[in-house]
Each structure stands twice: as structure tokens, then as C-alpha cells.
DNA sequence: GTGACCCTTCCCATGATGGGAAGGTCAAGG
DNA sequence: CCTTGACCTTCCCATCATGGGAAGGGTCAC
């Protein structure tokens, strides 16, 4: 099977296995006379396997572990899970910093009238945060601002 | 006010400053003979509301957008809200897929015992995505597959 | 043998950010 | 006046996973 083949049965594109090999993350491949790429059904199944995990949002670091792993019949579930658990770990708190986000232009839009004056807390918010709308109960969304956290 | 002055006053590094500049997102700055960028109040100011606006995680170009409205005292709030809430939008979305990944991680690894034992649900899943797991009651997570979207 | 595809490698771009090198500038203290 | 150290300048490279595209060669069916 030809590269193109194998990205078409495993949902992998041309270009990305040609990256995963130069990277290391599957093995080279035999290649024809002609210096084609040849791919086995089991290749077909590594990729499928790698293309699972993207889609779970693992980087190709963690997926090298997880492929390791697979391979490894001796393997203790226990390191499956933990790169699991880590990664879950990742995503909320990429969750929770979204939602942030989120929660705060929400709460700006709800209070701007959205209409042909120019007066609107969100440009007033961003250009001088000491909380100007609803002065007095709500709570200061802006205050210690979105850390300046992991821009990721 | 050098450029270090101005990125400590602001919070956005003098790399950042620089790198605004020469995308177009702020203006050139007047330099000294020797040609040392310098800053005003106003432009601290400027990158201030900049700093925010990448804190709330809009897009370079959406703050382009936002810089303009802000300096254009004629802005209409709609133009400002619907920036805000695309974005949020754009929040939503990704938050939406974020919990879908935690969403089957967090399944799988309830069912990975996590001991020295390589009988693992996570490895089998990518391996062979056909609900091995639970087999009965629990709906396929992993049937469609988290569309293979936006790999933001 | 020719056209329609396929494959190869190599380079470039993304987005926002940091690292670092090589060299110029400035202010303070000897 | 000169040195030193902290600052500034530009330029290049790296990140991460991915796609685009060019230039050149291979394969196959008609």
C-alpha cells in the first residue's frame, strides 16, 4: 500500500505520516525501487491508534508513550492511566481558563446595548478596568485579571 | 520611557511590543538619535488595553478591531459586542471540544484498574475503538470519534 | 508513449511567544 | 576620560502540528 492509501484507510494524512516518521513517532518504512513508501494493514492500525489519540488531544510526545505502552504486552496499566489522568489534568485546567474567558465577555456583552451609541463596558472594561458597570453588587471579574498565565 | 519601561508598565514584554509594531498593530514609535524606541503614557496606556484583550484570549487581528473601535469615538457598541460574542462563540466551541476529550478520558480511565496489570481500557479504546468496555449499558463515546475538527 | 495521477524532497507559513547572538548606547562611578 | 553593566537595536531560530506548493520523477491504463 502506497502512503496515499494508508493516509486514506487511516485517517491520517500524507503529509502527517511523512512528519510522525521523520519525527520518530512510527518507524521508517520499507520503500520500493522507486523509493516508495510501502505500508503494511498493521501500519494502517498504528496510525489508526495514533490518529485516536490526536483526536483525544495528546501531544505526539505522549502519544510516542501511549504507542510504547500499546506495544508493550508486559505494560502496567497504571502508566496508561496516569498519562491519561495527566492529560485530563491538562484539559481542565485549559477548560477552566476558557471558561474564564468566557464568563467575563459575557458578563461585559449582557450589560452593553448593542446598538448605535458607542458607549459599551467592554471597550471601557478593556480600557480601564476598575469595574464601571453595575457599580456596587457584582463582584470585580476583572480584577486580579486573567493571570497572564500559559498562553498556549 | 524606553521599551523595557513601557513593557514593565504594561505586562506585555518588550519582545511583544516590537513584534505589535511590526505586524502593524501599533504604530511606529519616534526613536532617539540613537534609535532607541520611546513611549508616552498613552501608548503604555494602548498596551495595556492590548494586554487585556489577549488576557480575555481575542486574536491579535480581533484586537486590531478592538483598538480601532476604542480610538473611533463614533463606534457603534454593536460593532464592539459582536467581536465579543463571535469570540465567545469561539470560547464555546472550543470549550465544548476540550470536555468532549476530558469527557472520554475521564470514562476510560474509571474502567483502567491502574495497577500493575497491562489490561487497560484507555490502550484497547485506541487500539480498537469498538466499546469493549462496560459492554451493554454505557453509550458508545468513541463511536463517531471526536471529529477530527478544528485542530486548534 | 502519453496523460493523469501518484510519489519524492524541500521550503514556507501559520500564531504568539521566547531565546539568544552580535553589536551599539547610556549613565554612573572610578 | 574610560570602564562597566544595564539597556537597546536587529536578525535568526524554535515552538507545535499542520497544510500549501514547487520541482522533479514514477506508474499505469489506454
Known amino acids: ?8 484507510a487511516s485517517g491520517v494524512s500524507a503529509k502527517m505520516i511523512r512528519y510522525y516518521e521523520s519525527i520518530g513517532l512510527i518507524p521508517k518504512t520499507v520503500r520500493t525501487e522507486a523509493g516508495y ?3 503494511s494493514d498493521k501500519d494502517v492500525h498504528t496510525l489508526r491508534f495514533i490518529r485516536r489519540a490526536r ?3 495528546f501531544s505526539v510526545e505522549q502519544i510516542a ?3 510504547s505502552l500499546w ?3 508486559a505494560r502496567a496499566s497504571k502508566d496508561v492511566k496516569r498519562v491519561a489522568l495527566e492529560h485530563v489534568e491538562t484539559l481542565e485546567r485549559k ?4 471558561q474564564e474567558m468566557a464568563g467575563t465577555l459575557k458578563h461585559l456583552a449582557r450589560h452593553c446595548h448593542g446598538d448605535g451609541r458607542p458607549d459599551c463596558p467592554i471597550i471601557e472594561t478593556l480600557a480601564n478596568p476598575e469595574e464601571i458597570d453595575t457599580p456596587g453588587r457584582t463582584a470585580s471579574r476583572f480584577g ?3 493571570k497572564p498565565a500559559a498562553r498556549t
Request: net charge negative; glycine share 8%.
Open 1 to 8: 500500500m502506497n502512503i496515499g492509501q494508508a493516509a486514506e
Open 144 to 146: 486580579p485579571l486573567a
Open 37 to 39: 513508501r510501502v505500508y
Open 55 to 57: 483526536d483525544l488531544g
Open 95 to 98: 477548560i477552566a481558563e476558557l
Open 65 to 67: 508513550d501511549l504507542v
Open 71 to 73: 506495544r508493550d504486552r
